[in-house]
């Protein structure tokens, strides 16, 4: 009996040894995989390069799915599909998901590449004359600001009185160039290239395309509120997976691919975050 009696104490305390064990392993570390949706161009490598390890470390798997437009992205997530996505602006989630009828919250901003003004037919805005067309994004949000960028280039403006968040064609009150204006998919744009005289493509797109950032004959100064996000379900914004997204993504490690010449991300616009931690670290040195 009294052997039979320290055989169970040794097994309860394997046991508990065990379950200790597994209670000091990182938040959802057994197995737990998270899916982020991207649209093509270089967010992907992002989330691979800079963000995918240290959510190693922490015990996940991580997947990519890519997707072709700005639609399915939100669609996925919002139905399950994805835990996380990362290709929009906080002006476009807001949008999307007014009109949807979704629930989406922004976790964080992400270093972005923004709108070019790309042409294969021109060198200088100088060179544009009445009946050149002009391609751009057929989104309302994506539409929007490409107009606000064009006016900003003194290539139109709008009428009085009207919200430059929801502009489109025809708000537009003076072109003074005579440019006709061509909204397309956004993925489309660097295909016009051939044909159009310029085109405003999104970064992202444009770097899918093979077309480089210094390529540009303008490049749009990004607001904080058009700098790309990591957006999740509203209902896990203070889930630990979210949390530990975050946690990530402000971490020194993370800084540091971003910050390195080698990568791309190097020459994106940052975030207020990141420029105040970088100049911090700076200082600190």
């Known amino acids: 009996m009294r052997r039979k009696s320290t055989m169970k104490r040794l097994l309860a305390s394997l046991l508990l040894g065990t379950v200790l064990a597994a209670s000091s392993l990182p938040a959802l570390a057994a197995g737990k995989t998270i899916v982020f949706g991207i649209s093509p161009g270089p967010y992907g490598d992002l989330i691979k390069q800079a963000i995918q390890p240290g959510l190693e470390r922490k015990g996940y798997k991580v997947e990519v799915k890519e997707f072709s437009d700005y639609v399915q992205p939100n669609l996925a997530l919002a139905n399950g599909a994805l835990d996380a996505n990362l290709f929009q602006h906080r002006l476009y989630l807001e949008k999307f998901s007014a009109d949807k009828g979704l629930k989406l919250s922004a976790v964080i901003n992400v270093p972005t590449a923004g709108l070019g003004l790309y042409s294969h037919k021109i060198k200088s805005l100088d060179e544009l004359k009445k009946g050149d067309v002009v391609t751009l994004a057929n989104d309302p949000t994506n539409l929007a600001r490409a107009l606000r960028f064009l006016a900003k280039l003194n290539l139109l403006t709008f009428k009085k009185d009207i919200d430059p968040t929801t502009a489109s064609e025809k708000d537009i009150e003076q072109n003074p160039r005579g440019l006709v204006f061509k909204p397309l998919e956004a993925a489309q744009l660097p295909r016009t290239l051939d044909t159009a005289t310029v085109s405003v493509v999104n970064g992202n797109f444009a770097i899918a395309a093979g077309l480089k950032l210094s390529e540009a004959l303008k490049l749009e100064e990004l607001d904080e509120n058009i700098k790309n996000l990591i957006a999740v379900r509203t209902e896990d914004l203070n889930k630990p997976f979210a949390k530990d997204i975050k ?35 700076t200082a600190q040195k």
């Not at 402000?250 to 990141?274: A, M, T």
Request: no cysteine.
């Open 247 to 281: 946690a990530v993504v402000e971490s020194d490690d993370f800084l540091k691919v971003i910050d390195d010449p080698k990568y791309i991300f190097k020459s994106f616009q940052r975030p207020e975050w990141v420029k105040t931690r970088l100049a911090t670290h």
